[in-house]
């Protein structure tokens, strides 16, 4: 109780500036990480689509946007609150666009594709350079609060999200007297989600663009580096960077692709259940998210990466060997709670690897990972669910998970010693 206090009392006590960043948070987290995450999957299969299609689809959306995180990482002629506007927009097309897929052509599956491609596009832009703007325009002492309360409101936005999301569709089918199995009330709650990104735009705008978190950007000529120039130096950690986290991200990337087919599919769980399954996790995710700080005070990020990434390996074990609804929640709420730690420890431990003014850079490159991690594990988790099964899907998880573990060891072990600490 009292990190939600202390959390609400940062949140009121915040500047303007983080007051609009946090109402963006808030807004993008339940239209996109929420309502949308919840029923994109739900929604295909009421069109008719089988798993190998569903993880292709994914896989897509989640490949651009490891190919684009880069880049957009690495792109200095735009400041870092053009391109959270920039993603803003994307993410509404691409959302818009997924609904009214049927309308558009006879044969939907491109259309479905390309505006998902659209909509990852958009949530690259957003999330490379969410947490860098989110430390531009604070000062030192508030990085830590900052960090860890948008964590902790992105959490809530997705719980308030899922939770909505999983009703919505029932509502829509009492109140249209649709069978819950038909498209339409999917489509009805997938575009009035996306109304919710309008108002986040224009809030992201009134954001002023003035750097307060350093005292020395303005002595660091930025703008008159390449794009070339800002990666060459770096470009062997970024490498190790992508490798590593593709590989970890794999594990949790099956079990938030394809949790909720399996809970409607396997396990025959309600919409609405489903929703507040995942819902609960992320609401569970805002008290896990406030101990962010103590947790790297105490344990430090290198080590916080372990425990963030260990818990995970083991929650996919009973999900795989124990075809139950029970253990299968209590395992997705688990994973989802904790998706600040494996989130902040690995970003905040590869960035204090590098200069201030490469953070989005190492950031993108973080996101190009977990879009690569993604992308292979909806692609050939697809495979393997109608190949083997969903145990063989989830054990795969695990296995990924602990492979990214013992890489991370290998290959960072003796930068952790030598690490320069972020304030946090």
Excluded at 34 to 57: D, K, P
Excluded at 140 to 167: C, D, K, N, Q, Y
Excluded at 369 to 376: K, L, R, S, V, W
């Amino acid at each position: 109780m009292n990190q939600i206090r202390s959390f609400w009392s940062q949140a009121k006590n915040a500047p303007p500036n983080i007051k609009y960043f946090m109402f963006t948070v808030l807004a993008y987290g339940i239209a996109v990480e929420g309502i949308s995450q919840v029923l994109l999957n739900l929604y295909l299969l009421r069109l008719g689509y089988g798993t190998e299609f569903i993880g292709t689809l994914n896989s897509a959306g989640l490949f651009v946007f490891a190919l684009v995180s880069l880049p957009i990482g690495a792109v200095q002629r735009v400041t870092s609150r053009q391109m959270l506007v920039i993603g803003l927009i994307l993410s509404a097309i691409g959302n818009i666009g997924l609904p009214l897929a049927p309308f558009m052509a006879a044969d939907p599956s491109f259309v479905l594709i390309a505006f998902r491609i659209i909509g990852m596009i958009g949530l690259s832009c957003y999330f490379v350079h969410q947490m860098p703007f989110s430390m531009e325009i604070t000062s030192p002492e508030w990085h830590s609060r900052i960090m860890s309360v948008t964590m902790a409101m992105f959490s809530m936005a997705a719980f308030l999200g899922s939770w909505v999301g999983g009703l919505l569709p029932e509502f829509f089918s009492r109140m249209l007297t649709i069978p819950i199995d038909n498209p339409w009330p999917f489509q009805i709650s997938m575009l009035m989600a996306t109304l919710l990104v309008i108002p986040a735009i224009f809030m992201t705008m009134r954001i002023t663009e003035t750097a307060v978190a350093e005292s020395n950007v303005a002595q660091e000529p930025a703008e008159s580096r390449s794009m070339w120039q800002a990666v060459r130096p770096i470009l062997g950690l970024v490498a190790l960077i992508i490798v590593i986290r593709a590989v970890q991200t794999s594990g949790v990337g099956v079990m938030l692709t394809f949790s909720n087919v399996y809970f409607d599919d396997a396990l025959n769980v309600p919409t609405g259940r489903i929703g507040f399954i995942s819902g609960f996790g992320r609401l569970m995710g805002v008290p896990m998210s406030l101990t962010i700080p103590w947790m790297m005070r105490r344990f430090g990020s290198f080590h916080f990466v372990f425990i963030a990434l260990g818990a995970i390996a083991i929650l996919l074990i009973p999900m795989a060997l124990i075809p139950f609804w029970p253990v299968a929640a209590v395992a997705l709420i688990a994973i989802n709670s904790m998706g600040g730690w494996r989130y902040l420890s690995f970003l905040t431990f590869t960035m204090s690897q590098v200069s201030e003014k490469q953070r989005s850079l190492i950031s993108g490159a973080g996101e190009m990972a977990i879009g690569a991690g993604f992308g292979t594990a909806s692609f050939v988790g697809g495979y393997i669910i109608a190949w083997y099964g969903y145990r063989e899907l989830f054990l795969f998880g695990a296995a990924m998970t602990l492979i990214g573990i013992a890489l991370f060891w290998i290959a960072f072990r003796k930068r952790a010693a030598g690490s320069v600490k972020i304030a946090i």
